[in-house]
Structure formats: structure tokens, C-alpha cells
């Protein structure tokens, strides 16, 4: 086969031409199913023929104008020259020859034939022939390869990159030898000729064989990036670029090398930034991907990061965030082309580069103040983080140090006051913004909750004070500058947000908000700035302010303070600075001001007097204190809710049972005093004010809220007329629309099910269209409520979740056992109400979690007044179904698990203490109860995983409910699936065993008999012609004694049991005719095949309609009945 034959097979086998076709297909997977035919035919088939038939025919298509045409036939080439050792590298630049030329081609055509030539020395290269090749051979291959290359722009940086690909496998020998020592000349030449491709490969190869290519020779310098070569280089790189050169690998390889480069300031200031006068975007494009390879790349030179933030560079960054039209724009676009998405994307990538490599623990706080200079004032904008809609400020703050932050603090102040300047451009300044004074109020905040100085309050105090003359007094640190009411309101808030941070010492909180209210005192003494203030604020507010003062003064004077001094103190202070808030605010702020100073009278009575002379009707101060805190936790501030939270921590110790319950309620919707209600809120005011006037409903609501008690005067007869329908739960509603469809079919009871197959097709589509009917109007009633309705309900929800913060913060401690248990039964309502509402989706996940916080408490501060039979009437309620439906018990199958292994958990520390050992007993009477229930009873609701987290507690009495589970296991009368789940709890308890090992005599006798009851009750049905079993029946007890055997293995625990006995025993079963397949029962009655797909059918329409409450799944007899 040393020559190739010009002559067409005379047969060519159908199947070989379709494998072609499949070489063109799309997907990658079709394509190498066609190769795959195709080698295979010439491997079977001898004769050189088919062979020269295939190459030639493959080297052609490699000049295709189709690109997955292309691909299919290089992967083939590649396939070809692997397995078939007889074609040689000249017989392929015959077919080159005679195949792939382009005379008389048109111009597209000279391109596609160059590649295609490109193609076939890169299946050379992929093959591995290359390095088999003679010499000849080799510089042949790499002179076509060239020649082709030079023959399109595009096909330069083709060829290159594939004959890098190649030059990444070879070691320094090989490339000399092979490659270098072939296209060296062309390297021979002034830097100024080569183009992006040539430069990319001298990168590439220099850096990869340093000893080979000697630069110093090609280009007269020791390095291509040396700095007399910089400003050549970036010339090359941003001239003349256009869409498709944007991703080419010079810029990539450039950023890694440069980034290690001494040079690299000099090259971006000097070389890339001086080019950026104007707008380009593909060479804005190329520059941002430029940097970010840099800056991803950075390593010990991370200083220079605030310099490569370059003034022409930045602009044209920031000017496509802020949507400026630019030149570029101004053109013919490709479809589906938008700048500003291409822009704004890549831009976001540099950015979360600047903000990781800052993270570096190279990087110092100079280096991290200096980049934030840049970014907020210089060439940035003080708004940078809404003009890029990114969190890189505060991220990169986040890491100062103090003198960081002080130096910004500082920078900041002087925007916010106006005594710097904001630079245009170059010689140009103009006064500050009042947004952007505002933006640095706003910062100046969030550096003042600054971990870096969380203890230091005098920098605190020092900036808080300016942010109060701002938004309090409307002065700018001068009593002669002037400030806007709209800037002063923005400061205000700016203000406030300063404490929504935790304070790390409780005295320095105390210390800051001292402070702050002596500073008011004394600025309020000055007549113009009191003149202001009274013009704003009410009398009543400057009474409340001045009660506030003279308590705190009393407090301040006392000799020591204590924890609960603290708690009035930071109260006082923090609803004080609140007085001059918002109206909404204040009002609260005023109530629970005058509450705090009968409290404090009331605590400081009682502290000194041992014996109290208050009557025993007057609540106890720390009852008064919780009433006030949950006030204030009305108010949607997430300051006041941080407050509330520091406080709490403090009165754990104070908190009784009764200020608990306070707590508990309010989340309880069974509670009078809980505002959880459907549509309470709303119904006086909905009809007489509209939802832009609603101050007075807000101030209602926050009373009810409160829990106080209030008279609905404005309600009519016809608003009571409808109580009971909106008192009534959604589940109710669309259950009493349901039935009011079916009418006369409708089920009595909720365990009854309508059978499908007895309607015939007109009955069923009347009541397809009640269903349908019903749905709408539930739905139509549901969309009636308002939209203040649901702003109501969303504020009552919100509320709901401040209030669960307090009770885990409760619970971090340990808790009084009584208090938890009392806990149980309202989070339980509270979650049911939520699971009816998708409205509360919110507050029903925050439940959840604060239930599973309580489940987890293993350690009590207290356990008096909790006996077992408190503990026993406790899980009685948990696991009772009561007036729950069907879908809402089973919907809390986890909650009902948690709760009962948390009072299993209670039990262990009460009994401790309990001498009578027959007390215990009534937990285990209840919970076999259940399991006999579980068992025996079709309706029984209790989940599987309820029994099986109960069997892996440390309680000693689950030994005694594994009698009751081997009881039914074996006992015919239970339903086959109710056995099966009975062997996975047993397993399931022999697997515990290996974390909770019997050690007790006692325990290795109950052990002892479960096995021998278990080994007797096994031989029992072998002999038992009534009991018959299922094949998983068999399957589970294989693994169930195999669990067995495993324990007593590992835990070196004697056993009286002959597990081979048993898989003897086992093993009878299955061969005495006892054990049938479910599939075949199905298969000799083909009927139940028909039933089944009817259930499915039916199943599905359920499902879609979108029950809330299924109807009770109907037990079919042929399907779960004994097989014989």
C-alpha cells in the first residue's frame, strides 16, 4: 500500500456509508458510534482497498465548510492512524496533495482547505506519529502546518494552539529535536513583527523550556517582558482588536506572567491605562480579562493592588455601571448582542477577583485602606456599592484593622460634613452630594459596629455624636451649618443603625449610650437648638425624655450596679433615643418608658425588702419587664429587636415560670391574649379607612400585639355575622365545599373513601364539575382578603419570629425541665395554624427549628414539680390524634417523634430521683399501648420512625417493647407490610445496641429471653400451616439475624442463639411453599393488574385536584391477602 489508488471501490457497503452519516451528527455520542462502525469494518474485513477508501474520504472532508463535519472526520484520522500501523505520514500528504489544494478555489474556500491541512498534521500530532517520523517527515509536517496558517488570520492562532497542545506532552529533548530545531528561524526576528500568535508561542514555549529557546539570542533581552519590550507589547495587545480576538490565550498568559513580574505597575499604568483615553469595548473587554488574570494571579506582590485601579481604566469601568451611552454602542450588532450585559458580566468577575485577592493574608490594612480610597472617591464613586449592585466595600472593610478604620472613619466624616471636595477630573472639585453624604453616614455606621474597635467606645461616642447632630438637631458638628429635614431623616437612620450589632461588653454599651443621652441633655440646654427640637416634638415627648434622665441619674448614682441595673439602664437609655424617631416609634417608645419607671420603682421596693409587702395581685416586676420587652419587639426594628435580645441574656436568671408562659402565649393561638388570629386585625378598620391612612389601625395592632384586651366598638351586625366563617381554618372551609360537591356521596366520617369504579362516566363528570365548582369559589374567597390584610398578617408573623428569639436564647441555658414540657403543647398550635397558611411559611420554619433546639436539651437547671405522671399526661397529648384531621396529624409525624423522645430524655433525670420503681412504668404502658395499636389497628396515624427513634434512646425499657414487636411479627393476623416494618425496628434496635451495649445484668437476661422468644417463635411457623409469609418477609429476617450476629460479634456479648439454625429455619420457610412472590399472584390474576392501574389512574387525579386532606387510602384484600 505504498501508493494510493485513484479508483473508487467497486462496493462499498451500505452499512460503511451510513457510518458516515453519523460522523456529521451533532451529538458527540452519535459520532463516535459512527467511528466505532466504521473501525471496526476495516479491521474485519482484509483488503487494503476499503482502507484507502476510508483515509481518503476522511482527509477530504477535513476541508468541509461544516464545523461538526469537520470535528466527526479529525477524531476518525486520529482512530485511523492508532490502528492501522500501514498508513504512513506520506501517504497522507498525497492525499493532501491531491485532496486539499486550492487552486481555483474562492477565498472562503482557500481558508477551509488551509484548515483542513491544519487538521490533518494535528491528527499526526494526536496520534503520536509525529515522533516516529523521520526528519524529513517531520519538518514537512510543521512547514504545511505554517503554510496554512499564514494563509488566514484565524488559522494562525488555530495552528499554534494545537501545536502547543502537542508541545505539552514533550520533555526538552523531544521539543528541540522534533519542533524547535524546525521553526527556530521564524522566531529570528525584531519583536515588532511578530503578531499576538507568535508572541503567545514564544510565551508559552520560553517559560516551558527555558534552556531551548534562549531569548536573550532571539530578542536581545533576558526576558519578553522586560521593560524595554512593555510598551511594545501593549501596543500589540489592544491594537486593532475585534470580537472573536477578545478571548484570545495571549492575554491569559500574559496576566500570568506579568503578575510575578517587577514590572507589572509599569506595565498597566504606563502601557495598557495611557491607551484607555476613549470608550472601546473590545478593548475595554480585553483589559478587564486582563486584569483579572493579574489580580488572580497576584502572590507576593499584592501592594501594588490600589495602583492597578488606574484613573482612565476606572472611569470607563464605572461608566458602563452607570449606563452611560458610549461610542461603542454606535454600530452594527450582532443578534442577541448587548453591551452592557457583556460588560456589566465581565466587569462583576473583576471584581469578585479584587475582592478575593484582598482576602489574601498578604494583603495589610494600608493595602486594603488604599483600594477603598480608590474605589469610593478617586477615580470611584462614594456609591459604589449601589452602582455596582456588589458588596465589595463592606467586604473588603469588613478586613481593616483598627487604624484602618479609623483613617476611613475620618475620610468619611469629612464627606458628611462637606470639607472635602469631590474631583471630577483633574483640576475640576465640586461639593458633595447629599446622596452621597448620605452614603458616607451609612458606611460611617458600619465602620462604627466594627469588630476591629468594638472596644472602643470613645470612637464610638465620638462619631455617633456627629451622626446625632446630623439627624437629631439638623446641624452639622457647627450650630451655623444648616441641614435638610430629608438628609437629617436619612442620618437618623444612618444613627440607629449603629447599634444593630451585638455590644461584646454590656458595660460598654451602658458606657456609649450614657454618653449619647448626657450629650442631648447638654445640646438641648442651648435655647436655638431646644427651639428646633420643641417645634418637632411634642411636650409629652420632653417630659418622657426628661423621666428618662432622672431615672437613669438615680440608677447612675447608686454605689454598684447590678445585672438588672444594667438591663433598665440600656432600656431607658435605648426607648429615650427612640423618642426622637419616627411617630410609629415614639408612641411605643412613650408607653414602655413610663412602664420601665414603675417597673424600676417596683424592683428597687422589692430588693430591699426581704419579706415583699406588695399584694399578692400586683405582678411581679419581672412579669411587668417581659410585658414591656414584648412591646417593644412589636415595633419592626431590627435595633430595638437587638436590644431586646442583650437584655434577655441578662434576666435569664430572674425568669420565672409565669414570665416564661407571657412569652409562650403570644406565639399560642389558643391564647385570649395572642393576636395569631385569621383576620382579627383587620375587620373594624377594613371598611371606614384606607390603606394610606392606617397610623391608628398600626398603633391597634401594636396594642393587641401586646396582648392587651381591646373592644371592637366599630364592628356591626353584619361583621358578626360572618365571625364564625373567617374564625373558621382554611382546611374546613375547603372540606365543607367538598362535601357540599359530592352531596349524597359524600363520605360520613373521615375514614370512609368513595370507590371510583362505582360511578358510571355521567355521575363522574357532574361530579368533576361540583369539584371543580367548589375549588373556584374556596379559591375566589381566598383572594378576597386586601392587601392590608395580608400586610397585617405578614407584621403578626414577623412579630411571631422576634418573640421565638427570646425563647432560644432561653433555651441556650439550661432550662427548668417544667417550663420545656410546658412549652410542647403551644409550639405544637402554633405550628398546626402556621401549616395552614402558606403565608407563614416563614415563621412555620422558624417553629420547627426552635422545637428541634428544645428536643436537644439534655441538661436541666431544674427538675422539681415534673413526676412521671406529669410526663405520662404529656406524651398522652402528643401522640392522641384528638381533633387534628388525618393530613395535619401526619403532616406533624417528626414534631410528634421529637417531643416523645424528649420526654423519654426527661424521664432519665426524673427517675433518678423517683423511688418508686413501678412510676416509670406508666411511660412504657403508654408506648406499648401505641405499638400494639401500630400493629393491630388500620387507622393508627403514629409514623414508622416514631417507634424506631424511640427503640435507639438509652432507655432501658425499650427491651420490653421489643417483646411486644416480636409478638406481631410473627402472629398471622398482622398485615404482611405491618410485619415487614416490625423486622426493621427490630433491626434497627440491634443496631443501637452497638452504641447503647447492655451492661447491666438485667438487661442481658431481657436480652437473653427476646432472643429465646425470638428463636422459639421462628420454629413455631414453620410448623404453622396458617402463616404465610411474603418473599421480603424472608428477606428481612435473613438480614435481621445477620444484624444480630453481627452485635454479639463485635460487642463480645454471649448468646444461647445458632444464627445458622435460624437461616436453616428462614430458609424452610421460603422452600415449604409458605413464601410467594407478589408478582406472581399478580400474574394468574390478571384482573388485579386492571384494578392496579385504575388505582394508580385514580391516585393521579387526586394528586392533581391537589386535596388538602386525602381521602383514606382503601385496603385492597387481593393485595395485601395471604397468597396460598
Known amino acids: 500500500m505504498n501508493e494510493i489508488s485513484n479508483t473508487k471501490p467497486l462496493e462499498v457497503k451500505s452499512s460503511l456509508l451510513d457510518a458516515f452519516e453519523l460522523l456529521k451528527a451533532n451529538k458527540d455520542d452519535v459520532k463516535l458510534n459512527g467511528g466505532v462502525r466504521i473501525i471496526s469494518r476495516l479491521m474485519n474485513v482484509e483488503g487494503e482497498k476499503e482502507i484507502q477508501y476510508v483515509l481518503r474520504r476522511v482527509v477530504r472532508s477535513l476541508g468541509a465548510n461544516v464545523p461538526d463535519m469537520r470535528t466527526g472526520h479529525f477524531a476518525m484520522l486520529v482512530a485511523l492512524l492508532n490502528n492501522f500501523e500501514q498508513i504512513s505520514v506520506t501517504q497522507l500528504f498525497e492525499l493532501i496533495k491531491k485532496e486539499l489544494h486550492a487552486n481555483g478555489s474562492s477565498k472562503s474556500e482557500v481558508g477551509d482547505v488551509a484548515l483542513g491541512q491544519i487538521l490533518v498534521c494535528s491528527a499526526i500530532f494526536r496520534s503520536g506519529r509525529m515522533l516516529k517520523c523521520t526528519e524529513e517527515e517531520q519538518k514537512q509536517i510543521l ?20 501545536l502547543i497542545d502537542f508541545i505539552n506532552g514533550l520533555d526538552d529533548e523531544q521539543f528541540s529535536l522534533v519542533v524547535w530545531s524546525n521553526i527556530k528561524e521564524d522566531f529570528k526576528k525584531d519583536l515588532k513583527e511578530y503578531n499576538l500568535d507568535s508572541l503567545y508561542f514564544l510565551l508559552v514555549v520560553s517559560t516551558k523550556f527555558p534552556k531551548k529557546v534562549k531569548v536573550k539570542k532571539l530578542l536581545s533581552v533576558p526576558e519578553i517582558l522586560h521593560e524595554d519590550n512593555l510598551q511594545i507589547i501593549c501596543e500589540k495587545l489592544l491594537a486593532g482588536i475585534d470580537f472573536s480576538s477578545i478571548h484570545h490565550p495571549i492575554y491569559k498568559e500574559i496576566g500570568r506572567q506579568i503578575a510575578k513580574s517587577s514590572h507589572l ?29 493579574i489580580l488572580q494571579n497576584l502572590d507576593d506582590n499584592v501592594e501594588v493592588i490600589p495602583e492597578l485601579l488606574s484613573t482612565n481604566f476606572f472611569k470607563l469601568f464605572m461608566d458602563w455601571f452607570k449606563g452611560l451611552q458610549t461610542a461603542s454602542k454606535i454600530r452594527n450588532k450582532r443578534d442577541n448582542e448587548d453591551d452592557n450585559k457583556i460588560m456589566i458580566k465581565n466587569e462583576k468577575e473583576l471584581l469578585n477577583a479584587l475582592a478575593k485577592s484582598l482576602k489574601s493574608d498578604k494583603v495589610t490594612s494600608k493595602v486594603r485602606v488604599e ?69 458616607a453616614a451609612e458606611l460611617l455606621s458600619f465602620l462604627v459596629s466594627h ?22 438637631f439638623k446641624i452639622g458638628g457647627d450650630e451655623t451649618v444648616a441641614v435638610s429635614g430629608e438628609l437629617a431623616g436619612s442620618i437618623k437612620s444612618c444613627f440607629y443603625r449603629c447599634f444593630s450589632s451585638r455590644f461584646s461588653n454590656v458595660d460598654n454599651l451602658v458606657t456609649v449610650l450614657s454618653s449619647l443621652c448626657n450629650f442631648i441633655s447638654t445640646i438641648l440646654e442651648k435655647e436655638q437648638v431646644r427651639a428646633k427640637i420643641e417645634k418637632q416634638f411634642t411636650s409629652e415627648n420632653m417630659e418622657c425624655w426628661q423621666m428618662v434622665t432622672s431615672i437613669c441619674e438615680k440608677i447612675e448614682d447608686a454605689d454598684s450596679k447590678s445585672k438588672v441595673d444594667n438591663v433598665f439602664l440600656i432600656l431607658l437609655y435605648q426607648l429615650g433615643l427612640f423618642l426622637f424617631s419616627e411617630p410609629a416609634h415614639v408612641k411605643v417608645a412613650r408607653s414602655s418608658i413610663k412602664e420601665l ?30 410585658e414591656v420587652l414584648l412591646s417593644i419587639l412589636s415595633i419592626e426594628s431590627s435595633v430595638l429587636r437587638s436590644v431586646v435580645q442583650c437584655v434577655f441574656r441578662l434576666l435569664w436568671e430572674y425568669l420565672t415560670p409565669s414570665s416564661i408562659g407571657q412569652i409562650v402565649s403570644v406565639i399560642d393561638p389558643e391564647s385570649e391574649a395572642n393576636p395569631l388570629t385569621v383576620d382579627s386585625e383587620s375587620d373594624d378598620d377594613d371598611k371606614d379607612e384606607s390603606d394610606d391612612n392606617n397610623s391608628d389601625n398600626d398603633d391597634e395592632n401594636t396594642s393587641k400585639m401586646n396582648g392587651e384586651s381591646e373592644d371592637s366598638d366599630n364592628s356591626d351586625s353584619d361583621v358578626d355575622d360572618n365571625d364564625d366563617d373567617e374564625d373558621m ?17 359524600a363520605p360520613e366520617t373521615d375514614t370512609e373513601s368513595i370507590d371510583a369504579d362505582a360511578i358510571n362516566e355521567e355521575e363522574g363528570k357532574k361530579l368533576d364539575d361540583a369539584l371543580a365548582e367548589a375549588f373556584k369559589q374556596f379559591q375566589q374567597g381566598k383572594n378576597k382578603k386586601s392587601k392590608k390584610d395580608r400586610k397585617d398578617k405578614k407584621a403578626l408573623s414577623d412579630f411571631r419570629v422576634r418573640v421565638l428569639d427570646l425563647i432560644d436564647i432561653y433555651l441556650e441555658k439550661d432550662p427548668a425541665m417544667d417550663v420545656c414540657l410546658a412549652m410542647i403543647a403551644p409550639l405544637t398550635r402554633c405550628l398546626e395554624f402556621c401549616m395552614q397558611d402558606n403565608q407563614l411559611i416563614e415563621l412555620e420554619n422558624r417553629v420547627r427549628k426552635t422545637i428541634k433546639n428544645l428536643c436537644k436539651i439534655r441538661k436541666f437547671s431544674s427538675t422539681q414539680d415534673v413526676t412521671v405522671d406529669i410526663l405520662s399526661d404529656c406524651l398522652k397529648s402528643i401522640i392522641d390524634k384528638g381533633g387534628r384531621s388525618h393530613f395535619m396529624f401526619q403532616a406533624l409525624g417528626d414534631v410528634v417523634t421529637f417531643f416523645a423522645t424528649f420526654i423519654i430524655h426527661c424521664s432519665l433525670k426524673v427517675t433518678v430521683n423517683t423511688p418508686k420503681k413501678k412510676k416509670p412504668t406508666m411511660l412504657l404502658d403508654i408506648f406499648k399501648d401505641a405499638l400494639q395499636n401500630y400493629f393491630r389497628n388500620r387507622n393508627c396515624l403514629l409514623p414508622i420512625i416514631f417507634f424506631h427513634n424511640i427503640l435507639q434512646t438509652e ?47 438485667t438487661l442481658l437476661t431481657k436480652l437473653n429471653n427476646i432472643e429465646s422468644e425470638f428463636e422459639k417463635q421462628l420454629s413455631t411457623i414453620v410448623t404453622l400451616e396458617e402463616f404465610k409469609v411474603k418473599t421480603n418477609f424472608v428477606t428481612l429476617l435473613k438480614k435481621l439475624i445477620n444484624t444480630m450476629k453481627g452485635f454479639h460479634e463485635s460487642s463480645q456479648i454471649k448468646t444461647n442463639l445458632n444464627f445458622q439454625t435460624l437461616l436453616n429455619l428462614v430458609t424452610q420457610i421460603k422452600t415449604t411453599g409458605k413464601c410467594e412472590n407478589v408478582n406472581n399472584q399478580a400474574n394468574k390474576n390478571p384482573q388485579n393488574n386492571q384494578k392496579s392501574g385504575k388505582k394508580k389512574k385514580n391516585k393521579r387525579k387526586q394528586s392533581q385536584n391537589r386535596l388538602t386532606e386525602p381521602p383514606t387510602k382503601k385496603v385492597k384484600n387481593d393485595v395485601n391477602g395471604t397468597v396460598k
Open 143 to 162: 512547514t504545511t502546518l505554517m503554510k496554512a496558517s499564514n494563509k488566514k488570520s484565524y488559522l494562525n492562532t488555530a495552528a499554534y494552539i494545537l
Open 265 to 293: 505597575v509599569q506595565f498597566w499604568v504606563t502601557g495598557i491605562d495611557s491607551q484607555l483615553t476613549k470608550h472601546n469595548r473590545n478593548r475595554e473587554l480585553v483589559c478587564i480579562s486582563l486584569l483579572t488574570t
Open 371 to 439: 483600594t477603598l480610597k480608590k474605589l469610593l472617591f478617586n477615580p470611584g464613586e462614594i456609591n459604589f456599592s449601589e452602582v455596582t449592585g456588589t458588596s465589595i466595600i463592606k467586604s473588603i472593610a469588613a478586613d481593616l484593622d483598627s487604624d484602618g478604620v479609623k483613617k476611613i472613619a475620618k475620610l468619611l466624616k469629612n464627606v458628611l460634613m462637606n470639607t472635602s471636595k469631590k474631583t471630577i477630573k483633574e483640576d475640576v472639585e465640586r461639593n458633595w452630594y447629599n446622596n452621597e453624604r448620605v452614603k
Open 451 to 472: 469588630d476591629a474597635i468594638k472596644d472602643d467606645t470613645e470612637f464610638k461616642i465620638t462619631n455617633m455624636k456627629l451622626l446625632m447632630c446630623f439627624g437629631f
Open 597 to 626: 419607671k414603675s417597673c424600676y420603682e417596683h424592683y428597687r421596693k422589692a430588693n430591699k425588702q426581704k419579706k415583699q409587702d406588695i399584694s399578692n395581685d400586683e405582678p411581679e416586676w419581672i412579669e411587668v419587664l417581659v
Open 729 to 745: 381554618k382554611i382546611p374546613d372551609q375547603l372540606r365543607m365545599a367538598v362535601q357540599k360537591a359530592l352531596g349524597s356521596a
Open 955 to 1001: 432507655w432501658d425499657n425499650t427491651y420490653d417493647l421489643v417483646t411486644i414487636i416480636l409478638e406481631n411479627i410473627f402472629n398471622k393476623d398482622v398485615r404482611h407490610f405491618r410485619r415487614n416494618e416490625g423486622i426493621e425496628l427490630l433491626s434497627g434496635f440491634y443496631r443501637a445496641l452497638n452504641r447503647n451495649k447492655p451492661c447491666t445484668e
